[in-house]
């Protein structure tokens, strides 16, 4: 079997690739840590402005722990080619109630399922990136993405 031969890319190019995958992949996997152990798990972003990504939880749930106690998060989004978007942050409880708002009139799985904005399990994450990077499949190199 021969060697795959990655392709080039331009690095001018990056920040627009980097944001096109984000769009594309609808369940990236959320990483976190609970003691000394590492979580991943798909999540459903509820809306992303840039690489900044909202995630919806439940406070029941063993993310919301491990979040509270560590905030250091990261997000991988994979393609069907294996691209890859990796967004390294830190997530924080949105309480932005105009944002809310939006978020909640977007999201009707949110509403069939709560019922309402006001229901004391939702909590919605912001996950600010403080890293993004890029690598498309078999580059075995990743490119730094600017973002502001």
């Not at 190019?13 to 609808?26: I, T």
């Not at 993004?132 to 600017?146: D, H, S, T």
């Amino acid at each position: 079997m021969s060697k795959p031969a990655p392709k080039e890319v331009n690095a001018n190019e990056v920040p627009k690739l980097a944001a096109e995958l984000v769009k594309k992949v609808r369940f990236p996997m959320l990483a976190t840590l609970e003691d000394n152990q590492p979580r991943v798990r798909p999540v459903s972003p509820v809306r992303t402005d840039g690489f900044t990504v909202y995630v919806a939880n439940l406070r029941h749930y063993g993310k919301t722990k491990e979040i509270e106690k560590n905030p250091k998060v990261e997000l991988c989004y994979l393609d069907e080619e294996h691209n890859q978007v990796r967004i390294t942050g830190e997530a924080f409880v949105e309480t932005d109630q105009a944002l809310l708002q939006e978020i909640w009139k977007a999201n009707r799985l949110l509403q069939h399922y709560l019922g309402s904005i006001d229901n004391p399990e939702l909590v919605i994450y912001k996950i600010i990136p403080n890293r993004v990077r890029f690598m498309l499949e078999w580059a075995l190199k990743y490119y730094e993405v600017p973002f502001t």
